[in-house]
């Protein structure tokens, strides 16, 4: 028990993790496993911490959320944009526009910051753009390294994101543009600890997206101050839109619309709420949302899709059950798959008509490369649950990985069919609304055909 506040507490304080619901579940978890992978008992990785950085890094890993794809949220790459084509006009031959991930996860963020660029900018801008990108999770950065990602990274995108910059790679699409790639690059830390190492008024743009709602308080109150401090007097600081604000005299909003992006405050602003004039370039979007996270682009004209002939609606039915019992797709992710194909195996015996394990075992087998077992876990979900669209998209997706394109696309179709009759309220997995697998599933399209 001992060791287990010891974890706690160093996490926090190095951190500044809050102790969110379930948190000391899955700190003891983490812990678990992260002991048995380097041969430790938990008091023995309580102990090394301090020694080990490697160590606290893989610890915090299964603790920090990963979710994220590409583009998330356009019209901040929008402003990014804006934002660096502003500072190229005032920097001399040599200079480098310097933007900062700050908790880029599997390194959706970060490449999608020099895509845009690319694609709006030219290459040339692209070239004098330097992205960091900074996550705590060791085994997310190794991803965001490899820049392979499935389908599932692409949902809502342009079509033209998938067909100018990635290559199809086994199940999955690789970034193939290497100006890209070589605009990046990642290391594994803490923010806080980043931010401490740079130089103040260094970077041109930060975005500090969907983590400071982990944060404890005090420690999000420091946090923003070290971003004010290294940023520049003109920079641009990019926020999620569930996060909590920079607080008094750190932030002031770039406009009274724009909730999401903010500038450092000028010395002797006493409230972050007081709008700032809007700096020229930068237009306030009223738009409506729309799945496929469109980009402008000056000079170049995008072709809009034909309206689909309206239909009436069909429900579309989300898992009924935990999709992820005891989190063990977040073993597998940790490096523990035999142990969660074990544990599932344990409990579809005791509930061999759960469609839910069912899916989330062929998920895993997926992902491990065992595609024809994949295959037949997920055919056992979609035949337990026909009506779970989720399901039958991995389904598709273990088909395409065997192989089996002909019937890859035939449920992919299927699939198409039942989400085009979706209410567009109706949300899939809690997280994912029918628009954005509808994209997913004409991107795995294209990649099969």
């Known amino acids: 028990m001992r060791s287990m506040e010891s974890l706690g507490a160093k996490l ?36 090394r911490l301090d020694a080990d950085p490697r160590l606290l890094h893989e610890l915090v890993g299964p603790l920090t959320v990963g979710e994220t794809f590409f583009l998330r949220h356009p019209q901040h790459f929008e402003l990014a944009v804006d934002h660096v084509r502003r500072r190229l006009r005032t920097l001399a031959d040599g200079e480098l526009v310097h933007v900062w991930s700050a908790g880029c996860a599997s390194g959706e963020e970060p490449y999608s910051v020099a895509i845009a660029v690319d694609f709006t900018l030219g290459e040339a801008a692209l070239r004098r753009l330097a992205v960091r990108a900074t996550d705590a999770n060791p085994a997310a950065v190794d991803k965001a390294r490899s820049g392979v990602y499935g389908a599932w990274s692409f949902r809502g995108v342009p079509c033209w994101l998938v067909a100018r910059y990635f290559r199809p790679d086994g199940g999955g699409f690789r970034l193939a543009r290497d100006a890209v790639r070589e605009a990046v690059s990642f290391e594994v830390g803490g923010i806080a600890q980043a931010a401490a190492r740079m130089p103040t008024a260094s970077l041109d743009v930060v975005l500090f997206r969907n983590v400071a709602i982990y944060l404890q308080p005090e420690s999000l109150v420091a946090l923003y101050r070290e971003l004010r401090r290294v940023l520049r007097p003109d920079g641009l600081l ?164 065997a192989g089996e394109a002909a019937a890859a696309l035939r449920q ?33 399209q294209e990649g099969l055909r």
């Open 412 to 444: 992919l179709d299927e699939v198409e069919r039942r989400l085009e009759r979706a209410p567009a309220t109706v949300l899939l997995d809690g997280t994912t609304s029918p628009e954005e697998l509808l994209e997913a599933v004409r991107l795995f």
């Open 238 to 401: 990019l926020v999620g839109h569930s996060d909590p604000r920079p607080g008094p005299g750190v932030f002031v909003r770039c406009s009274k619309t724009e909730h999401t992006s903010f500038r450092p405050a000028p010395d002797g602003v006493p409230n972050a709420e007081r709008p700032t004039v809007r700096p020229p370039g930068v237009a306030v979007r009223r738009r409506r949302r729309r799945p496929t996270g469109t980009l402008s682009r000056s000079s170049r004209s995008s072709r809009a899709e034909p309206r689909r002939e309206s239909r009436p609606p069909e429900p579309v039915a989300a898992p009924k059950a935990d999709p992820d019992p005891g989190g063990l797709r977040a073993l597998a992710d940790g490096g523990r798959t035999e142990l969660a194909l074990g544990a599932l195996a344990a409990q579809i015996r005791r509930d061999p008509g759960s469609a839910c394990l069912h899916a989330l075992r062929g998920r895993v087998l997926l992902d491990a490369g065992s595609g024809t077992e994949a295959v037949e876990a997920l055919r056992r979900a979609v035949f337990l649950a026909p009506e779970d669209v989720v399901a039958r998209f991995w389904y598709a997706q273990a088909l395409g990985v």
């Open 12 to 47: 926090t304080t190095t951190f500044g993790l809050t102790e969110r619901p379930g948190f000391w579940e899955d700190l003891r978890s983490a812990a678990l496993r992260t002991a048995e992978r380097n041969g430790l008992s938990v008091d023995e990785l309580a102990e």
